[in-house]
Structure formats: structure tokens, C-alpha cells
């Protein structure tokens, strides 16, 4: 919710102040908060110049706190099938008919350990 205020409060202030499309100035927004920086489109006023390091240095924060939260989930969610993966490997496991050291034996023989 942030990252898209951010893009559209820098989409309307560089539209305002540079006269650019809403677009160009869109791209500019997205293009400086990814810290990509093409170079095709530079702020010509002072106001401009001012305000894009402070857009910058805020807007890359805000871009990378939600690439966090993006991660974060996608980090817990594969947690998550881990955990239940090895839940019922150790289920599996326990109902195997073999003695353990047998069946440890027996994996070792197949792994090559």
C-alpha cells in the first residue's frame, strides 16, 4: 500500500514540477525506487533535483521493505512444507517394519555412506 502511494505521489510531483506525462513520470518513479536509473529521463528543475534524493533514498526503503514482506511470506510458506514433509517422513519412519539400526544400515548401504 506504501509502494504504490510512493509511486503515484512521485508520478504527480514529477508531472507537476518537469511537465512530464503522467507515464514518463510514472516510469521515473519506478525506475529510481528500483534503483535501476536508466538516465533517459533527468530532473531539469532544483525543486526536482531536491525532491529525487529524498524520493530516492525514502522510495528505495519502502521498495525493499516490501520485497521483505513478499520474501518473509514465501520464506514461511516453504517452512511450513518442510516441516510437514519431514512430519511424516518420521511417521513413515516409525511404522516401518524393520528394526532402526537395521533400516539406518540399509540406507547407509543405498547412500554410499
Avoid: C
Avoid at 56 to 74: D, M, N, P, T
Avoid at 87 to 113: A, C, H, Q, W
Wanted: without cysteine; glycine residues 8%; charged residues 15%.
Amino acid at each position: 500500500m506504501v509502494f504504490a502511494f510512493m509511486l503515484i505521489l512521485g508520478m504527480l510531483m514529477f508531472n507537476y514540477i518537469e511537465g512530464w506525462s503522467y507515464l514518463d513520470s510514472l516510469y521515473f518513479s519506478v525506475v529510481t525506487m528500483t534503483t535501476v536509473g536508466y538516465g533517459d529521463l533527468t530532473p531539469t528543475h532544483s525543486l526536482s533535483k531536491i525532491i529525487v534524493m529524498i524520493y530516492a533514498v525514502s522510495g528505495i526503503s519502502f521498495f525493499l521493505y516490501f520485497v521483505s514482506v513478499i520474501a518473509e511470506h514465501f520464506i514461511r510458506e516453504s517452512q511450513q512444507r518442510f516441516q510437514k514433509g519431514a512430519m511424516g517422513l518420521t511417521r513413515m519412519v516409525r511404522r516401518f517394519p524393520y528394526p532402526r539400526s537395521k533400516l539406518v544400515k540399509e540406507v547407509n548401504e543405498i547412500i554410499g555412506d
